[in-house]
Each structure stands twice: as structure tokens, then as C-alpha cells.
């Protein structure tokens, strides 16, 4: 009896043991919110300081950097920075003010031409006794209409044309806004003069839109 109880001590002791795996846990993740127009849109909330981008376009787009700079200081909507770094966003994009002549050419003309002829001819002749004679008679008729007239017009009118299109770009590197904008001169503005502003004017038309609707 004592055998049998040793015994089966030792076999219990020999035992591996018996480990039970953890119980699963189940994981479960949170959706990711999609990421909407209006919701990118209220980061221009957020922007204090803009730095203003060199444009693409030439010289011409190189004055027009320096009337959006202009057109932006005047509106008082953020504090414009020459350093990129420091900037909440910055404002890209291209530019282009062209100078060019439309030529216009017209031609007009009306023709009217009549004409009428006619011809007739007679001629008898009679003999008596030796003598003769003779009775000729000829007739002719001719009408001739001729009335032209011919205008031609060659217009030349010089045209001047500004066009800019930009967009507000944020740390992230997302477009939080942009905008188009093209002019043929203002009363009082020339086109570039009046595009700059118009850029101003569309984006704090924007930033109301969104304060409105937060």
C-alpha cells in the first residue's frame, strides 16, 4: 500500500503540467473617421502666419507674388512671413499676365449688273425703166446697268489679361483652400492689380463661409 502511494506520488511529480493557453481577447478597432471637404476646410481657422510661395509663370508672375503679398498685408487676415518655416501655411501656385492684340477683319460687298441689246435691219430696192433705187434702214438698241459697292474692315484692338490660380497649402501638405481668378483691368486697377485682389477677396469671402456655418 505504501509502494502504490509512492508510486503515485512520483508519477504526479514526473508529470509535465498542463498549461492552459491563454483566453483570446478579442480586439476590436475603432472606425476611422472619413475625412470631409468641411472638415479640411476649417483649418483655415487655424492659420495665423502664411508665407507666400514664389508663382510659376515667368516675370510677370513675380510682380503678381508681390501684389497678393500686398492685397493679404491690406486685409488683415493673417500676419504674412518671408520665412517658410515659421508659417501656419503657404500660398502656391502660378501666375500669368499677358499682353496681346485681337485683330477683327470684315468684308461686305453687293453687285448689280443689267444689260440689254437689240439689232434690226431692212432693206428693199425696186427697178423702172433703167433706174433704180434703194431703201435701207437699220436700227439698234443697247442698255448697259452697272453698280458695285465693296467695304472691307480691319479692326486691331489691344488687349491686356491677367490670370492667377492658387492654392492654400498647410503643414500636412493638404490643400485646405484654393482659388482661380482672372481679370481684364479694373476702373481703377490694372488686370494683375485686379486678379491680387480678387484672390483676397475670395478667401475672405471663404473663411466668413466657414465661421457661419462653426
Do not use: C
Not at 487655424?46 to 509663370?57: H, K
Not at 487676415?77 to 501666375?95: K, M, P, Q, V, Y
Amino acid at each position: 500500500m505504501i509502494a502504490e502511494l509512492f508510486v503515485a506520488v512520483w508519477l504526479a511529480q514526473a508529470a509535465p503540467a498542463i498549461v492552459k493557453p491563454p483566453a483570446a481577447r478579442l480586439v476590436v478597432s475603432a472606425p476611422v473617421a472619413d475625412v470631409t471637404p468641411d472638415d479640411v476646410s476649417l483649418n483655415l481657422l487655424r492659420v495665423r502666419r502664411v508665407y507666400v510661395d514664389r508663382l510659376t509663370g515667368g516675370e510677370t508672375a513675380a510682380q503678381m507674388r508681390d501684389l497678393v503679398i500686398s492685397s493679404l498685408q491690406a486685409s488683415k487676415l493673417f500676419i504674412l512671413t518671408e520665412n517658410e518655416e515659421r508659417a501656419d501655411a503657404s500660398l502656391r501656385g502660378a501666375a500669368e499676365d499677358l499682353v496681346y492684340t485681337d485683330q477683327f477683319q470684315t468684308s461686305e460687298g453687293v453687285n448689280v449688273h443689267a444689260g440689254e441689246g437689240g439689232s434690226n435691219s431692212n432693206s428693199s430696192g425696186t427697178s423702172f425703166n433703167n433706174a433704180r433705187g434703194q431703201v435701207s434702214r437699220s436700227a439698234s438698241r443697247n442698255m448697259n446697268l452697272t453698280l458695285g459697292e465693296h467695304e472691307e474692315a480691319n479692326i486691331r484692338e489691344r488687349r491686356h489679361e491677367a490670370l492667377a490660380t492658387v492654392r492654400l497649402v498647410n503643414k500636412d501638405g493638404d490643400v485646405i483652400w484654393s482659388t482661380t481668378q482672372e481679370s481684364t483691368g479694373a476702373k481703377f486697377r490694372g488686370a494683375s492689380a485686379d486678379v491680387a485682389d480678387r484672390i483676397t477677396r475670395a478667401l475672405v469671402t471663404d473663411i466668413e463661409r466657414v465661421k457661419r456655418k462653426n
